[in-house]
T-cell receptor, first 113, second 118 residues
Framework: AQSVAQPEDQVNVAEGNPLTVKCTYS??????LFWYVQYPNRGLQFLLK??????LVKGSYGFEAEFNKSQTSFHLKKPSALVSDSALYFC???????????FGKGTTLSVSS | GAVVSQHPSRVICKSGTSVKIECRSL??????MFWYRQFPKQSLMLMAT?????????EQGVEKDKFLINHASLTLSTLTVTSAHPEDSSFYIC??????????????FGPGTRLTVL
């Protein structure tokens, strides 16, 4: 069975500092990994995905994520956080194209000015 | 990116009534769409997979007679909550996979529908 773990309920960083939101996964086959962001009472916005190729994936709004197969991790990173990055972040996985995503529980990112 | 819309964005209804939520892919076709449910400050839970031209596939524990899904066309799926009760109050989100290039599809999500059953 597929699963995603986001070990932190909340991450707090100061504006301008680097941020990391952690994600580990478990799938039986090759993973398709995704990060989404959700603002209050809104749907999910796609940030980035890893399907194959380079382990470092760059996405929207300056975010990037690194796929680490040996550690089964796909941590989300940004070199310099903005207050506007404050939101709920979800990591998701699937093992086949076109199938539903399995989501982690989400991590609330709070960036203070 | 691709756009998925949902209507209505918010609905309040009385217990026992039925509510229909529409999910549309605006600039691409989707033979499959997914319906999720999200409780406050919790993750998204997959309810069912909507398939154009065939029956929906429901996840374990989801009542198919209560949550009716119809995939009427390649751009429209509807979720009808029948005989709604207060415990059905939740945030319902749909998504549709959009294939772009050779690196697999990306699921795009609708803005969600907040259902409140009084």
């Amino acid at each position: 069975a597929q699963s995603v773990a986001q070990p932190e309920d909340q991450v707090n960083v100061a504006e301008g500092n680097p941020l990391t939101v952690k994600c580990t996964y478990s799938v039986s086959g090759n993973p398709y990994l995704f990060w989404y962001v959700q603002y209050p009472n809104r749907g999910l916005q796609f940030l980035l995905k890893y399907i194959t190729g380079d382990n470092l994936v760059k996405g929207s709004y300056g975010f990037e994520a690194e796929f680490n197969k040996s550690q089964t991790s796909f941590h989300l990173k940004k070199p310099s956080a903005l207050v506007s990055d404050s939101a709920l972040y979800f990591c998701a996985v699937r093992d086949q194209a076109g199938t539903a995503l399995i989501f982690g529980k989400g991590t609330t990112l709070s960036v203070s000015s | 990116g691709a756009v998925v819309s949902q209507h209505p964005s918010r609905v309040i209804c009385k217990s026992g009534t039925s509510v229909k939520i529409e999910c549309r892919s605006l600039d691409f076709q989707a033979t499959t769409m997914f319906w999720y449910r999200q409780f406050p400050k919790q993750s998204l839970m997959l309810m069912a997979t909507s398939n154009e031209g065939s029956k929906a596939t429901y996840e374990q524990g989801v009542e198919k007679d209560k949550f009716l899904i119809n995939h009427a066309s390649l751009t429209l799926s509807t979720l009808t909550v029948t005989s709604a009760h207060p415990e059905d109050s939740s945030f319902y989100i749909c998504s549709a996979p959009h294939l772009a290039g050779v690196k697999g599809d990306t699921q795009y999500f609708g803005p969600g529908t907040r259902l409140t059953v009084l």
